[in-house]
């Protein structure tokens, strides 16, 4: 079934709509179909393929601090935990073109996003907090609209600062300065869609996007590594096969990073 006609959970997911808009998880119909049409360019192969070395830089920060944790004698982690943290690092990069290095230091922006969805999950469970009346009168409800504050700050002084340097320069002189960096982010495209009429997207429906993609991208991709990880550990002649698998693609490369 089409997604844009695919009936969605409303109840569940009206828990999420003060924090995530009219992103594409939420909305539907002619709206969906419309910003998914103007979101297809972000996902073009060269916007993409610079993201590579931010998910290597992102992974190796991981990495390094799992060996420095298990050089000081500890050696039981968090997996989820520590790799919400690597997506949600990557995600940042790869969306705002910001580097909260939130793997090491603790992150204000990061720990709302990680607040709000474990509020999302605990208010789902919890049948007499679906009404938001009451929601909000708990310690819970003040919490998550205390967290969302922050995130939706976080993400309108990204979108008014960009839109102000794309205003100032020109979309041509704007594009020419990215080239250059060979990185366009999520906040660029959505800024640049336009219409078949040349209509853009608002600065709330550009917040909406974000927002969705920060929660849906990182949580999504946490679980499925974690997942993965976790039956690599339980199958270690797999694992193996997966380590000779990787040196071999990687040869003698130097430096030695996986690439497109």
Same mark, same amino acid.
């Given at each position: 079934?089409?997604?844009?006609?695919?009936?969605?959970d409303?109840?569940?997911?009206?828990?999420?709509?003060?924090?995530?808009?009219d992103?594409?998880?939420?909305?539907?119909?002619?709206?969906?179909?419309?910003?998914?049409?103007?979101?297809?360019?972000?996902?073009?192969?060269?916007?993409l393929?610079?993201?590579?070395?931010?998910?290597?830089?992102?992974?190796?920060?991981?990495?390094?601090?799992?060996?420095?944790?298990?050089?000081?004698?500890?050696?039981?982690?968090?997996?989820?935990?520590?790799?919400?943290?690597?997506?949600?690092?990557?995600?940042?990069?790869?969306?705002?073109?910001?580097?909260?290095?939130?793997?090491?230091?603790?992150?204000e922006?990061?720990?709302?996003?990680?607040?709000?969805?474990?509020?999302?999950?605990?208010?789902?469970?919890?049948?007499?907090?679906?009404?938001d009346?009451?929601?909000?009168?708990?310690?819970?409800g003040?919490?998550?609209r205390?967290?969302?504050? $922050?995130?939706?700050?976080?993400?309108?002084?990204?979108? /008014? @600062? =960009?839109? #102000?340097?794309? +205003?100032? *320069?020109?979309?041509?002189?704007?594009?020419?300065?990215?080239?250059?960096?060979?990185?366009?982010?999520?906040?660029?495209?959505?800024?640049?869609?336009?219409?078949?009429?040349?209509?853009?997207?608002?600065?709330?429906?550009?917040?909406?996007?974000?927002?969705?993609?920060?929660f849906?991208?990182?949580?999504?991709?946490?679980?499925?590594?974690?997942?993965? $990880?976790?039956?690599?550990?339980?199958?270690?002649?797999y /694992? @193996? =096969?997966? #380590?000779?698998? +990787?040196? *071999?693609?990687?040869?003698?490369?130097?430096?030695?990073e996986?690439?497109?």
């Amino acid at each position: 079934m089409p997604a844009a006609v695919a009936p969605k959970d409303m109840v569940f997911y009206s828990f999420m709509k003060p924090w995530l808009g009219d992103g594409l998880l939420l909305s539907a119909g002619d709206k969906w179909s419309h910003h998914r049409r103007l979101l297809t360019p972000a996902f073009h192969f060269e916007i993409l393929k610079p993201y590579m070395k931010i998910f290597n830089k992102s992974a190796d920060i991981m990495h390094a601090k799992w060996k420095r944790l298990a050089s000081g004698g500890s050696t039981r982690l968090d997996m989820f935990e520590h790799i919400s943290l690597m997506t949600l690092d990557s995600l940042q990069k790869c969306v705002f073109s910001f580097d909260s290095k939130c793997q090491e230091y603790p992150s204000e922006y990061i720990a709302a996003i990680l607040e709000l969805s474990a509020l999302v999950t605990k208010r789902a469970q919890q049948i007499f907090l679906h009404l938001d009346f009451l929601y909000y009168l708990t310690p819970d409800g003040w919490r998550f609209r205390r967290a969302c504050e $922050l995130v939706h700050k976080f993400t309108d002084a990204v979108i /008014q @600062e =960009r839109r #102000r340097i794309l +205003v100032s *320069q020109g979309s041509h002189a704007f594009l020419k300065a990215k080239a250059k960096t060979k990185t366009l982010d999520f906040i660029d495209v959505l800024l640049l869609a336009k219409d078949e009429n040349g209509k853009g997207l608002s600065d709330e429906d550009i917040r909406a996007e974000a927002d969705t993609f920060m929660f849906e991208g990182h949580d999504t991709t946490a679980s499925g590594l974690s997942w993965v $990880l976790y039956n690599l550990a339980r199958h270690p002649e797999y /694992q @193996e =096969r997966c #380590r000779q698998e +990787v040196q *071999q693609l990687l040869g003698d490369r130097e430096p030695q990073e996986i690439e497109w």
